[in-house]
């Protein structure tokens, strides 16, 4: 099992910086894509960053420029960089991995709890 811990949301003003972390831990055998969804009051959970194993990303269009993603695989966890926040960026943050639990397993998703950032104009 994989458990997935986030940290660092909170009330912020619109313009401000919010800084989210996610850690991994539990039993498995390598983890490939970590990345964070949000989901806002009567919305689904969308996407909203990526990050593979190597370092490639993927961004929503609505975070592109603002938001960045990194990673520590050593660690095994996951940041989120939230910039130049904005009041529709309010939401329910969660971290998401795909992780294998043994080196012949099929790859199965996992999520953190959530966290909450609410962006105040």
């Known amino acids: 099992q994989v458990q997935l811990v986030e940290s660092g949301g909170g009330l912020e003003q619109a313009g401000g910086s919010l800084r989210l972390s996610c850690a991994a831990s539990g039993s498995f055998f390598t983890i490939n894509t970590m990345g964070w969804y949000r989901q806002g009051p009567g919305k689904q959970r969308d996407l909203v960053a990526t990050?593979?194993?190597?370092?490639?990303?993927n961004y929503a269009d609505s975070v592109k420029g603002r938001f960045t993603i990194s990673r520590d695989n050593v660690k095994n966890t996951v940041s989120l960089q939230m910039n130049s926040l904005k009041p529709e960026d309010t939401a329910v943050y969660y971290c998401?991995?795909?992780?294998?639990?043994?080196?012949?397993?099929?790859?199965?998703?996992?999520w953190g709890q959530g966290t909450q950032v609410t962006v105040s104009s």
């Open positions: 990050i593979t194993s190597g370092a490639n990303t």
């Open positions: 998401q991995a795909v992780a294998r639990r043994r080196w012949n397993s099929a790859p199965s998703d996992y």
